[in-house]
């Protein structure tokens, strides 16, 4: 890691550095939190978890090969290297920020209410077509996770696309600080985290904290089918570009065909011209992440063959829309997260279906006082869109049924309430019939990948 020497990294954090002063001109090869992770001559940044305090690991990794540990903890006269600061969570932004800062290289920021990580696996795919790109893996899109994707940039990437995740005001603007992004999208705002940002125009003011840190010289992408988004004026004078499917927008699409669970083919408008793409995962929310991949693709020099090709190589994960064919039901894999928007969008992805149609829904977290009501308006939408088997598990899912239950006849939709994921299996067998397609949602807090795993076992198609 260039620019990482122990001197550099301790300007870096305010940090004081005690140890031999010639290893101080010595760079680290890596950065961890997890001392299961350390290599040779990593920086081990012990950081104070929920259940575990890194400083007890700090001798461990040492003898395992790390170079140097970052501690709050004066560790008296040790053998080796450490760095001394007030914060070691802040240590871990403030070297990130100045690893960032040392590198040549593109960096994508998005965030937004519902589909960041879909948008952000749609830009990446666009962009690995012409480009060496680090993405954002699994959830590591929050302040301790940042940081840690960033120190996994090596000089071979050309691009950095990073999902920015926030529950609270001030964090987009830390975690703004360390990625410096070239490039800011915004997939939308909606009403996820609305219990601590109180309101959408909130919501609003948190996620374009990111503007504050980003290149001056940079490109502010955002859905202008949004009604707090289109018109938004930055105020740092940058003018958005607008993606959507009002035409009015310049990047938009026409003649959308949608093809159920096997995905969508649309005609992409640009500025400059028009191309067929077909995007193999369902969902009238895709269309959007190709939009917005688009408009970043073209703003960073690509040719719209090579953009068509990321969009149709483009691949579920698990947990994320994801369509499983197994030798008794098709299951849709959507349990990452759920907010009350993607829940709907999932369900209209269901009824799509052309067998029956089973929702195994659970309770969305971080609502606030709205939440009930939301979860209502779930079960009703559930109901309007026709699907047949409705299995609510959750304490906040009751709202879900009775949404459902209020809002069709008897013999429309069958529904199914729960407190525990155990008491569904328990009658699984008897709720879900061969070939039916089922989708799974919840919060991640829920573990519904834990349905997901049991639909794919042919112990639970007994009925």
Do not use: W
Not at 123 to 150: M, Q
Not at 214 to 237: A, F, Q, W
Request: aromatic share 6%; charged share 25%; hydrophobic share 40%.
């Amino acid at each position: 890691m260039k620019n990482m020497s122990l001197q550099k990294i301790a300007e870096a954090c305010n940090g004081i550095y005690h140890g031999d002063a010639e290893k101080a001109a010595c760079e680290v090869s890596s950065v961890v939190i997890d001392s299961r992770k350390v290599q040779n001559d990593s920086l081990f940044i012990a950081i104070k978890g929920a259940r575990v305090d890194g400083h007890s690991f700090i001798p461990q990794v040492m003898e395992n090969g790390a170079l140097c540990a970052v501690s709050e903890q004066d560790l008296g006269d040790v053998p080796y290297p450490y760095i001394k600061v007030a914060s070691c969570e802040q240590a871990l932004k403030d070297i990130a920020e100045h690893y960032r800062r040392s590198l040549d290289i593109k960096v994508v920021g998005i965030s937004g209410s519902v589909g960041k990580t879909s948008t952000k696996e749609m830009i990446a795919s666009v962009l690995s077509e012409k480009y060496n790109v680090l993405k954002t893996e699994g959830n590591f899109n929050n302040e301790i996770g940042l940081p840690l994707t960033v120190f996994n940039l090596r000089e071979e990437h050309e691009i950095a696309v990073l999902e920015m995740g926030i529950s609270n005001f001030g964090e987009m603007t830390r975690l703004a600080r360390v990625a410096r992004p070239d490039i800011c999208v915004i997939t939308n705002i909606g009403v996820a985290h609305i219990e601590n940002l109180g309101s959408r125009d909130g919501i609003l003011r948190a996620k374009t904290e990111m503007f504050d840190s980003m290149n001056p010289e940079g490109t502010i992408i955002l859905n202008g089918d949004d009604d707090k988004l289109r018109g938004y004026v930055p105020k740092n004078g940058i003018a958005p570009v607008y993606f959507g499917l009002d035409p009015s927008c310049p990047y938009h699409a026409g003649s959308i065909r949608n093809m159920g669970l096997r995905g969508t083919t649309a005609e992409f408008i640009t500025p400059s011209e028009q191309f067929e793409a077909h995007i193999s995962i369902p969902g009238d929310h895709m269309i959007y992440n190709a939009l917005a991949g688009i408009a970043v693709g073209t703003a960073l020099g690509m040719t719209s063959d090579e953009i068509r090709r990321g969009i149709e190589k483009l691949v579920p994960l698990a947990g994320r829309n994801n369509l499983i064919e197994t030798e008794h039901y098709t299951i849709i894999d959507d349990c990452y997260n759920a907010n009350p928007a993607s829940m709907q969008a999932s369900i209209a992805v269901l009824s799509e279906a052309d067998t029956r149609a089973v929702a195994i829904l659970g309770d969305m977290f971080e609502l606030g006082e709205s939440g009930p009501q939301m979860h209502y308006e779930t079960g009703k939408y559930a109901a309007d869109c026709g699907i047949d088997v409705l299995v609510c598990i959750g304490e906040l899912s009751k709202e879900t049924a009775r949404g459902a239950r209020e809002n069709s006849v008897p013999s429309q939709i069958e529904i199914h309430e729960y407190l525990t994921k155990d008491d569904f299996f328990r009658d699984s067998s008897k709720i879900l019939k061969e070939k039916d397609t089922i989708l799974v949602k919840a919060s991640h807090g829920m573990n519904f990948a834990q349905i997901v795993d049991k639909l794919q076992d042919p112990e639970m198609c007994r009925s």
